[in-house]
């Protein structure tokens, strides 16, 4: 949408602020956007695009990009498919909710006192929806207990005592968008290189998807762990880091002194390293040994399924594990046939289906 459709400013940031001069462009914003927000935009239009939410223009909060929203570029909905649909809503709704007064509400809360046992509970009333017109509901429950009927010191009749007895369970395994708020918490990488860098622990083998997404460690994973320099591994240091060349950016620090710690941490590692008795043991080691130069095979994971490869990076010996299976059926029980398996630099014939092997014997 940026670089094709030219429907929203540069978005590789994590900004939340706008600078004070593009205050004077959010009406031609709005007029971009009209033709696929008619109703929200209309009542805008007739307040000249006053923006309510003035603290949002901030320039001392802008670095190298401001927050991502919609430009004056004329909105064409037909152009995009469901999933720019879906996020250009987004990025309008939380646009639009600038131009909005502030949701308000009021949360009541009542204890009870039970035999010295203390109840609590709360619910919240909604005062004036604001900016939730344009952004959506949130999750605050409906109002069923009507706690505001009551006053302090009442005296109240218990008529039913229910318990449940559970297990507190362990969180579950991370997805790609909890590492994701991790990494922004912990000022891990930056808004254009985060992504990356799960992809690349993906690609390297060090974590894994399983179960629906959620990321795993492999041993090859939890080995580097144990390998790697416990200061290297901590979220702190990488966030000093990271504060530092943001310092150094404004101006306000010196590159060489970060350079020259940067270089003295560096020789300290080497050393640790070359006096360490640790060492890193293939974590995907097979008991097969290579046909081709007899080293041990090493199993892997692939986007094809499981293949074996040689431990030895001069070999080029690779097969699959598992026969792909390829559109090709049998013409008999029309079941899916296998592809051609590679044995170092030689494709292997296609062997039978199973069921058709038991049915010519």
């Given amino acids: 949408m940026y670089e094709q459709y030219k429907l929203v400013t540069y978005p590789r940031t994590d900004s939340r602020y706008l600078t004070k001069d593009m205050e004077a462009t959010m009406l031609d914003r709005l007029h971009g956007i009209a033709s696929g927000y008619r109703d929200e935009v209309k009542p805008l239009l007739a307040k000249k695009g006053k923006v309510l939410a003035k603290r949002v223009f901030n320039n001392e909060k802008v670095t190298d990009h401001h927050a991502i929203i919609p430009t004056e570029e004329r909105l064409h909905l037909s152009d995009l498919d469901s999933d720019e649909k879906k996020l250009y809503d987004i990025i309008v709704r939380r646009f639009l909710a600038l131009f909005h007064e502030p949701y308000k509400y009021e949360t009541i809360q009542a204890s009870f006192d039970l035999n010295g046992e203390i109840f609590s509970t709360r619910e919240t009333a909604v ?53 994701l708020s991790q990494m922004e918490k912990y000022s891990l990488g930056t808004p254009a290189t985060r992504a990356e ?21 492999t041993g090859k994973g939890k080995q580097l762990m144990d390998l790697v320099n416990e200061d290297l591994k901590s979220p702190e240091l990488t966030a000093k880091w990271e504060q530092e060349l943001e310092a150094i950016a404004r101006g306000k620090a010196s ?107």
């Fill in 127 to 179: 005062i004036e929806e604001g900016f939730r017109q344009v952004t959506g509901k949130g999750e605050e429950k409906e109002l069923k207990l009507n706690l505001s009927s009551l006053s302090k010191g009442q005296t109240l009749t218990v008529k039913s005592v229910s318990s449940e007895q559970k297990l507190t369970e362990p969180p579950g395994r991370y997805t790609e968008a909890d590492i």
């Fill in 255 to 361: 590159p060489k002194e970060f350079l020259k710690k940067i270089r003295q941490q560096t020789q300290q590692l080497v050393s640790e390293i070359k006096t360490s008795d640790k060492s890193y043991r293939a974590h995907n080691l097979t008991g097969s040994k290579c046909p081709e130069c007899g080293s041990f095979l090493k199993e892997r994971n692939t986007k094809d399924g499981k293949v074996l490869v040689c431990s030895d990076m001069e070999c080029s010996y690779r097969k699959r594990k598992d026969p792909k299976l390829s559109n090709r059926r049998c013409p008999q029980c029309h079941k899916k046939n296998g592809d051609p398996q590679r044995q170092g630099r030689h494709l292997l014939p296609v062997p039978p289906v199973q069921c058709c092997r038991e049915g010519a014997g």
């Fill in 197 to 217: 860098i799960i992809e690349r622990l993906l690609t390297t083998e060090a974590v894994e998807r399983q179960n629906g997404g959620r990321l795993h460690p």
